[in-house]
């Protein structure tokens, strides 16, 4: 019954912001770690950005550090991922996912995942 969606993408234009969200439900615990993800065409699947289940610990993808930041609201089952000054390079389907286990640190590496949502679309374009 765990379940993740994703919510926020869209169609911007390069330097604008976006901000994604990804809501859980079902999961007895809120603190599993918690990972952004995505994929462009033709392209693997990479991390983007990872958080740990009490926030203490985050990575960033190097092509993101300084433009992306990441959060939690546990109480509120949310994970929230702000983009600011979007580049066409950030065009891809954004996928967050959990972990099975409550997560003391998080890996930006697919294997570390269990539960994935259904992705949202993210298109920076002029």
């Known amino acids: 019954q765990e379940q993740l969606v994703e919510s926020g993408g869209g169609l911007v234009q390069p330097g604008e912001s976006l901000r994604l969200s990804c809501a859980a439900s079902?999961?007895?615990?809120?603190?599993?770690?918690i990972g952004w993800f995505r994929q462009a065409p033709g392209k693997e699947r990479e991390g983007v950005s990872c958080i740990s289940g009490s926030g203490g610990k985050i990575f960033y993808a190097e092509s993101v550090k300084g433009r992306f930041t990441i959060s939690r609201d546990n109480a509120k089952k949310l994970v929230i991922l702000q983009m600011n000054s979007l580049k066409p390079e950030d065009t891809a389907v954004y996928y967050c996912?959990?972990?099975?286990?409550?997560?003391?640190?998080?890996?930006?590496?697919?294997?570390?995942?269990?539960?994935w949502g259904q992705g949202t679309q993210v298109t920076v374009s002029s």
């Open positions: 996912a959990a972990d099975a286990h409550y997560g003391l640190g998080c890996s930006l590496r697919k294997s570390s995942y269990e539960y």
């Open positions: 079902g999961f007895t615990s809120n603190y599993n770690s």
